[in-house]
């Protein structure tokens, strides 16, 4: 597997080239934006990982243009900017991921894996558990077929926990990954949202697939 790793600064990019290669994948390094795209151009890549900071052309422009000729190779952007406005630009601009920085290197691997293996199944880009799907190019949601009209809030929480399938997440995890406005403590709105959609997804269904989890938080499963 190829892979794309767009970042300059050097020491973080020689600690995620080093481990990528240790796990066996094959990765260029580009230092710019420009030349990132310059490498996207030249080469075949089964994944792309992106700094959003970069100099020449930002991150969040990188993928946009990547996603005017490409559509299927998939994006995971790498953000220091834990600022969810960054976030959910870049998944805007068509990343299918993101990691913020500073992380831990089994769990790039892991989001690496992941990507890897759906477009390898060439499954493109869309989420699916039970009937419950998720298209991220158009961003639209259908369950049993029939389409799910979400406010943009509703869909960047379920395109969130879409992305942790069968992973717990915490209200302190789904604010710090997709609320833009200052997330008070004590703050019972994520617990809000999550009622939202489970009327809109679960409601009338036998088959619940947003479970709480007592004092923890919240999974995407299928039982
Ligand atoms: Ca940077």
Redesign the pocket.
Known sequence: MKILLV???PNVASFIKQGLEENDYSVDNAYDGKMGLGFFSKNQYDLVLL????PKINGIEVCKEIRTTDNSTPILMLT?LSSSEDIVAGLDAGADDYLVKPFKFQELLARVRALGRRKHLGVGRSYKIADLELDINSKSVKRNNVVIKLTPKEYYLLNYLFRNKGILVSRSDIAANIWEESFEKGSNIIDVYINYLRNKIDKGFDKKLIHTVMGMGYILKED
């Open positions: 970042e300059d600064e700094d959003i900071m970069l220091a």
